[in-house]
């Protein structure tokens, strides 16, 4: 399937029937409000359709100045009243076409959001979720995973950064987060309509 096709199916994705968005907005009327800190609409910002610019580090902790650039789009839906929010990416990199999935899900009682990706290229293994919640505009979620047979933290961030551009960047810190090394940027351009 070509890219543009992909992009078209991606675009078309939110479920918009009239009777199912009347019930999801009647969902979310009676869920409960979320502490004052964090809201079940901190992700707001993200819903809806966007190109991607990619730059991706070639190698991870190795001190390489190297970047990868390719573009995507993805397409962000809210689910389950807004504790949900979904988001299918599809990209071209030098190596072909990509496919993945972003799951975050809200949790009122500790005010964090958990941060999970899928990758189509495999599909039986989700990783470990990033845990955290927005300050001042950021969403920062931390995790413990391996990188190439070594313990890490990784950091992901989300921003808003008008009502048109977001941000989310990834970072690894071999030393227990005193240091952190950005290897991947996304960069998100609102689709209009």
């Known amino acids: 399937m070509s890219l543009d096709l992909c992009r078209r199916d991606l675009l078309g994705l939110a479920l918009t029937t009239p009777a199912l968005?009347?019930?999801?907005?009647?969902f979310a009327a009676e869920t409960p409000p979320s502490s004052a800190r964090g809201s079940i609409h901190d992700f707001d910002f993200f819903l809806g359709a966007w190109t991607v610019r990619h730059?991706?580090?070639?190698?991870r902790l190795a001190?390489?100045?190297d970047w990868e650039e390719f573009s995507g789009m993805t397409r962000c839906q809210s689910l389950l009243g807004?504790?949900?929010n979904l988001n299918e990416s599809l990209a071209r990199r030098e190596t072909g076409p990509t496919a993945g999935l972003g799951l975050r899900a809200y949790d009122a009682r500790t005010d964090t959001w958990a941060d999970w990706y899928l990758s189509a290229a495999n599909p039986h293994t989700i990783d470990t979720p990033g845990i955290g919640r927005f300050?001042?505009?950021v969403g920062t979620f931390l995790s413990d995973d391996s990188f190439e047979g070594r313990p890490i933290k990784v950091r992901g961030?989300?921003?808003?950064?008008?009502?048109?551009e977001a941000q989310?960047?990834?970072?690894?810190s071999p030393d227990g987060g005193a240091t952190w090394e950005t290897n991947w940027i996304m960069r998100y351009s609102k689709v209009a309509g």
């Not at 968005?21 to 009647?26: C, S």
């Not at 730059?55 to 190698?59: A, E, G, I, Q």
């Not at 961030?157 to 048109?164: A, E, V």
């Open 157 to 164: 961030q989300f921003r808003s950064l008008s009502p048109m």
């Open 135 to 137: 300050v001042g505009g």
């Open 63 to 65: 001190g390489d100045a």
């Open 168 to 172: 989310w960047e990834q970072a690894f």
């Open 82 to 84: 807004g504790v949900v």
């Open 21 to 26: 968005i009347a019930a999801r907005e009647a």
């Open 55 to 59: 730059r991706r580090l070639r190698k």
